[in-house]
Structures are given as structure tokens and as C-alpha cells.
């Protein structure tokens, strides 16, 4: 039997720079595009020829904006994943999508190309905090992406909105989030803003941030008994709806989780193509460079890197020259993250496959750790899982600090 494997494509090219954002993403030409998914097929064809012993259960295509490229592109990539790849069947494939970029065209040929997933970047439905954001599109030419989605034959459809914006209060964000849900979609994302260093936002608001960090009252930003609220609330109307809060932020209708984003929460082999993607391969995880042009240049000879770490047995993948980094995660580290990654689903993580992957029972490692939580009420221990309860879910990044080891 094939060993699962996940794969996530990065595609950092966007039609504008959100104000807020600090991911690996900027504005790019037609002709750099083009040199990128080239030296991208040339990435997918090395790692089809040492993957033949996986079998991909998932595939997303993230970014930036992947459907800011032309569908052609997107159609390459794809087929030539089917090329290198053994892909099962059921296999979900995912494509991020900003509104005011997709067209009829463009989601004919995802559909036909086997893509079976859209992830649109709302946000808001407000068009004024739309602006505020620095997005490119407004709430109408969601609506109208969206129709027309569901018109060529899309059957799910994950919509993402942002919480805890400049001047939010809960009534706007719930506002936008009942305009949403009253469209069905089958999965939806609640995210709290984080600023970033080195992004405008960061410059803009840098003293409400540094006010709200030590507690004190801010003048744009909500405060965190407003951010709770906001949560709250919609927790509450998501429930009503039949969307099931699966994990801390994430929310579906059931049988619509991603499966994608699953096996990243339990710790499932993946493998990141393209600039500034990372992998997960047999316990070692590879980062690719974070420059275009020395990405593009290096996909033109693909080579494993003669400088391997010292004592340590790399496994088939190996480092090669696109890396930037490749560390072996070691015993501890991993027990680190089956719990903090797991323990984010509200489903939490199973007594079973602890003990099969660490040849222990949990409570070896983390009896008084579970022992104090339950006892405030955060986790619920039962024979055969170990979860955080709702009250502690609301607290997950407290919680999840205290299963880092020493």
C-alpha cells in the first residue's frame, strides 16, 4: 500500500499587495508568471520521480492569488501533477481564489481539470472595510464570483472572513458573516487580523498594537473583550446554521472539513512546491528559497545537496539546492506538535495514535499537564481521546503553550 502524501503549490503573485499582508506574495509581469510555472513544472517533475511510492490525497494551490494567473497556467500545473503523481481518485483538489479575478473561463477550466474546491478570500462583506484592507475587489463582485461559481458546477465552496479589523464592532462582523451564510457555502474561515512588522498596517497601527499587547485601551483596534465577543457571537449563528466549528478557527457543513488543512493538524507527510514552500517529509521538514529569481534559475538543474547534517540519515527526499533549510525534527518536537497541532481540532487527538507513534500511553509525557486542565475545565479526557472542551478552545493558544517540553 502507498504511503499518503499531501501537496501544496505556492503561487505568489497577486494583482495588488493587501495592506495587512505578510505573506510571500507581490504583483509580478506576464513574462515573470510564465518563467515561474515553468521552473514550477520542472520542481513537480523532480519530486514525481522520488515520490513513487505516494499516493496524493490532497492538493492545494495557495498563495498570494493563484486565480490572478491565466487558467492555462493553472491547467499545466495540474496536469502535469496528474503526470508525475499517483492521485487518488476522491483526491481533493483546492484553489484560492480573490474575487474580482475569477472569470467563466477560468472556472470552466478548473472544473475540468479536476479541481473540486474553492477557497475565496472575502474577508468582509462591508465594501468600506474591504477598502480599508486594501483589497482590490467589493462585496458585489464577490457575490457575482460566487454565483457564478456555483453556475459552471462548484459543490464546495469555503468562504474566508477577517475579525478584529480597525474599527470593527461585533455588529459589523456579524453583519458581514449572516450575508455569507445566507449564501450556504459549505465551509467558512473566521480569522482574527494579526499585524504584522513590515506591512503597512503595522505602520499605520504599530501604537494601537504595542497599547493592546500590554492591555491597554486602544482607539482603532477592538479591544480583546470585543475580539471575544465578536467570537462568540458567531460561533452561536454558525451553529444555528449546521456549521460545525471543527477547528479552532474553521467551520463546515458536515462532511465539508478540508481535508487538506486536516493533515497538516495531524502532522500528515506533505510536500510544498514553489517559492518559500515548506514540506513535511518522514519527520523532516525542507523549506524552499524565498527568491524568485534564484528559484527559477535552480529548478533548471535539480540537484541534492552534498552538505547533509552530520549523524543524521535524511531519508530518499533529502536536501537539495532549492532549500534553504532542511532540520530534522527529533522525537521531542514531534510529540510537540501531534499535541499543539492536534489538540486545535475539536475533536482533539486519539489515546491510539499517540501511543503508536510514540510507543507510550499520553499520560507518560503529559499526566500533570492534563491533569491541571482538566481540572479547570479546559480538556476533556475520555478512554480514547484527549480534546480541548469549548471554553478551551477559546483559550487554545494558552493551553497549547503548556505542551512544549523543556
Given amino acids: 500500500m502507498k504511503k499518503e502524501l499531501e501537496i501544496y503549490v505556492h503561487i505568489p503573485f497577486c494583482m495588488r499587495k493587501c495592506s495587512y499582508c505578510d505573506f510571500l506574495s507581490a504583483p509580478a509581469d506576464e513574462t515573470t508568471q510564465n518563467h515561474y510555472v515553468a521552473a514550477l513544472l520542472r520542481e513537480i517533475r523532480y519530486y514525481g520521480e522520488l515520490c513513487r511510492d505516494r499516493e496524493v490525497s490532497t492538493i492545494y494551490i495557495g498563495g498570494g492569488t493563484p486565480s490572478w494567473l491565466q487558467a492555462v497556467y493553472i491547467e499545466?500545473?495540474?496536469?502535469?501533477?496528474?503526470?508525475?503523481?499517483?492521485?487518488?481518485?476522491?483526491?481533493?483538489?483546492?484553489?484560492?481564489?480573490?474575487?474580482?479575478?475569477?472569470?467563466?473561463?477560468?472556472?470552466?477550466?478548473?472544473?475540468g481539470c479536476g479541481v473540486n474546491r474553492l477557497s475565496i478570500g472575502l474577508q468582509s462583506a462591508l465594501n468600506e472595510e474591504l477598502k480599508l484592507l486594501g483589497r482590490v475587489h467589493t462585496y458585489e463582485q464577490f457575490v457575482r464570483n460566487y454565483e457564478l461559481a456555483r453556475e459552471v458546477g462548484f459543490r464546495n465552496i469555503s468562504v474566508d472572513l477577517m475579525s478584529a479589523l480597525p474599527y470593527q464592532t461585533p455588529q459589523k462582523f456579524l453583519n458581514s458573516l449572516r450575508q455569507v451564510i445566507a449564501l450556504r457555502p459549505e465551509h467558512i474561515s473566521v480569522y482574527s487580523l494579526i499585524i504584522e512588522k513590515g506591512t503597512p498596517f503595522y505602520d499605520k497601527y504599530k501604537f494601537d498594537v504595542v497599547k493592546k499587547e500590554a492591555g491597554m485601551a486602544t482607539e482603532s483596534l477592538p479591544s480583546e473583550d470585543v475580539e471575544y465577543e465578536i467570537f462568540q457571537r458567531s460561533k452561536e449563528l454558525l451553529k444555528s446554521n449546521g456549521y460545525r466549528r471543527y477547528e479552532v478557527s474553521n467551520f463546515a457543513k458536515p462532511s465539508y472539513e478540508s481535508r487538506h488543512n486536516i493533515g497538516y493538524w495531524k502532522r500528515s507527510d506533505y510536500l510544498g512546491l514553489g517559492i518559500g514552500a515548506a514540506s513535511l517529509i518522514d519527520n523532516v521538514r525542507y523549506s524552499n528559497t524565498k527568491s524568485l529569481d534564484i528559484y527559477i534559475e535552480e529548478t533548471k538543474r535539480i540537484r541534492r545537496d552534498p552538505a547533509e547534517w552530520e549523524g543524521t540519515d535524511n531519508g530518499r527526499i533529502g536536501r537539495i539546492n532549492l532549500h534553504e533549510e532542511a532540520d530534522l525534527i527529533e522525537r521531542n518536537g514531534q510529540i510537540e506538535e501531534f499535541m499543539f497541532l492536534g489538540l486545535r481540532m475539536t475533536d482533539g487527538i486519539t489515546r491510539k495514535d499517540f501511543e503508536e507513534n510514540f510507543h507510550m500511553p499520553i499520560e507518560a509525557i503529559y499526566g500533570d499537564v492534563l491533569a491541571r486542565f482538566a481540572g479547570e475545565g479546559l480538556i476533556e479526557r475520555k478512554e480514547g481521546f484527549v480534546r480541548l472542551t469549548e471554553q478551551g478552545m477559546d483559550v487554545s493558544n494558552y493551553v497549547l503553550a503548556h505542551f512544549l517540553m523543556d
Fill in 76 to 111: 499545466l500545473i495540474i496536469k502535469q501533477l496528474r503526470v508525475s503523481f499517483a492521485i487518488r481518485k476522491d483526491a481533493e483538489i483546492s484553489i484560492e481564489c480573490n474575487p474580482g479575478t475569477l472569470t467563466k473561463e477560468k472556472l470552466v477550466t478548473y472544473l
